[in-house]
């Protein structure tokens, strides 16, 4: 089945992460060649872009004083592990409700050298977050949970113990969502979603408390890869620890530039929150497809997960779309829904979103 032309989005990139990379910044990254592409990330071009990087997203999330830009290289996944050393002191508690929020917390229940994690869980689709405990010194949840489509406030927990940490996973959140950096210890996350970039490194904006605690915690062995304490020490002198990848950083540095030019993050998450209007509103109004979040609040603006009828085959719906040149809407593998997910990272024009959801009712018509 052919969609025609002029039903098609600008680009057919609708991905939870990678997601949509714009030209200009692949552009951007030919203009750092041969100045900084290809240079050791010991010498001034490169630590001069790392510090562009930190400045900037600093700046992006209105950090608080004494909050620092703290990065390394492996991901999201790298800092889930590097912080069962050096932020978790004993007992954490995982709020978790989906894919991602699961793995952190599995990493800190199989951590030995921790007490057993206390769990809050709720069911895929719906909104989880943290409640007090007594002895818990760390509360991890997920600001935007990537697998189900799911976004879930950030606040700091009411009545926990004093210097407890809030350690909230920003992945897909961080860019394209609201945030107040204050009710956070630790926001991280990686530049392949929000910020547009490829995949392999973590960043995380780190408050002074979370700083002692890693320096407190740097007395406990570590490997050196997940060392939080030489990850801080490094990103003071504009470095990471091993080799980190230019491209990454300089697609990064331009998708930050970009949204600065826009009006900063309020534009970011305006533009993410007009494409999930209409994605929900179409859904809404849809005669065979409805939002699978039921919750409205809940509803991420920049993953939409959308239900069809039993009659529809979704998997079918994605691959007509993708031999169409509309790629990456297959919902989460392990989810199992009659579902699509549909990125809607501020890089994806919220038009583009629209003509989706008309490429997407022309293909339903005739299947
Ligand atoms: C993508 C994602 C991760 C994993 O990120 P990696 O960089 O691949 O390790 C973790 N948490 C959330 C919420 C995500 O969306």
Not at 230 to 239: D, G, I, M, W, Y
Not at 266 to 271: I, K, L
Request: charged fraction near 20%; glycine fraction near 8%; aromatic fraction near 8%.
């Amino acid at each position: 089945m052919t969609i025609p032309a002029h039903l098609l989005p600008d680009d057919g990139r609708f991905g939870a992460g990678p997601s949509l990379v714009r030209d200009s910044q692949l552009e951007a990254v030919l203009r750092l060649n041969p100045s900084v592409v290809g240079t050791s990330h010991r010498q001034p071009p490169v630590r001069d872009l790392v510090a562009r990087v930190r400045r900037m997203t600093a700046e992006l999330f209105d950090a608080p004083a004494g909050y620092e830009v703290v990065l390394g290289n492996g991901g999201s996944t790298l800092f889930w592990d590097a912080a069962t050393f050096q932020l978790i002191d004993d007992r954490a508690q995982f709020a978790h409700a989906g894919e991602f929020g699961a793995k952190f917390a599995a990493a800190g229940a199989a951590a030995p050298w921790l007490s057993e994690p206390d769990m809050v869980t709720s069911e895929p689709g719906t909104g989880v977050g943290p409640r007090a405990g007594a002895g818990i010194d760390t509360y991890a949840w997920v600001q935007n949970e990537t697998s189900t489509g799911v976004v879930n406030p950030v606040r700091r927990v009411a009545g926990a113990d004093a210097g407890a940490l809030m350690l909230v996973d920003a992945t897909s959140a961080a860019g394209g969502v609201a945030i107040d950096l204050a009710q956070t210890d630790a926001y991280y996350f990686a530049p392949q979603k929000s910020f547009a970039s490829d995949g392999g490194l973590w960043l995380a904006l780190l408050s002074p408390a979370a700083l002692e605690r890693i320096e407190r915690l740097s007395s406990r062995w570590v490997p050196q890869s997940l060392s939080l304490a030489a990850a801080v020490k490094n990103s003071r002198l504009e470095q990471t620890l091993n080799t980190p990848a230019i491209v990454t950083l300089a697609l990064l540095a331009e998708q930050l530039d970009w949204m600065f030019a826009g009006g900063g993050l309020p534009f970011a998450v305006e533009r993410s929150a007009a494409s999930a209007a209409t994605l929900y509103g179409w859904a809404e109004s849809s005669t065979f497809a409805r939002p699978w979040v039921t919750s409205t609040a809940n509803r991420s603006p920049v993953v939409g997960t959308i239900d069809f009828d039993e009659g529809i085959d979704a998997k079918s719906l994605a691959a007509t779309l993708r031999a169409n040149g509309i790629v990456d809407t297959e919902p989460y593998r392990k989810l199992g829904r009659n579902q699509l997910r549909i990125g809607m990272y501020p890089a994806v024009a919220p038009a583009d979103v629209e003509a989706l959801t008309a490429c997407i009712d022309y293909v339903v018509e005739r299947l």
